[in-house]
């Protein structure tokens, strides 16, 4: 799961440093919005760590990365968010949780790249950014249909929310 953060995550950075750069020399703030207290503070400093690991990775003194602690608390969410946006900050990854998002189209101004994989009422200033079930299946369908296989097999792993958090 940690190398999954890490490859969606310099995935990201690496797209705003494209783009960013071909119209700026001026430093690219990248807010992130990650439970750094409380009952999810290991899934938020596991983020942080991978964020680091990725801005070291690509090595451009151009990106200035802005952690904040949403405490997995929606109106803190919205708080961390409003101060990110006043600080001129205009792509924020994050929040973690999708009930952590309710609030932020309030902030038209930011786009926001959540790690929650679902997409149902989600804000239209936010983008899903977690690997959903649907999208893997899709997939799979049309790696079925290029392949031309006909019979397929599907093992579906069960797992508590307290096993993944423990992957993290």
Do not use: C, H, W
């Not at 494209?18 to 400093?45: C, D, H, R, T, W």
């Amino acid at each position: 799961m940690k190398t999954l953060f890490k490859i969606i995550i310099a995935s990201i950075l690496l797209i705003i440093l494209q783009v960013n750069s071909l119209f700026a020399e001026e430093k690219i703030k990248i807010g992130l919005m990650v439970p750094l207290s409380g009952e999810y503070k290991e899934i938020g400093e596991s983020i942080l760590k991978s964020v680091r690991l990725a801005i070291n990775k690509i090595d451009n003194s151009i990106i200035e990365i802005v952690p904040k602690d949403t405490k997995s608390n929606p109106q803190q969410t919205l708080k961390v968010a409003k101060e990110l946006a006043s600080r001129n900050i205009k792509i924020v990854m994050g929040p973690v949780f999708n009930e952590n998002i309710i609030y932020l189209d309030q902030i038209k101004e930011v786009t926001f790249l959540s790690f929650t994989n679902k997409i149902d009422s989600n804000p239209s200033n936010v983008i899903s950014a977690g690997v959903n079930a649907i999208s893997q299946l899709n997939t799979l369908k049309k790696f079925q249909n290029i392949e031309k296989i006909e019979r397929t097999i599907f093992l579906f792993l069960i797992q508590t929310l307290e096993m993944r958090l423990n992957l993290l």
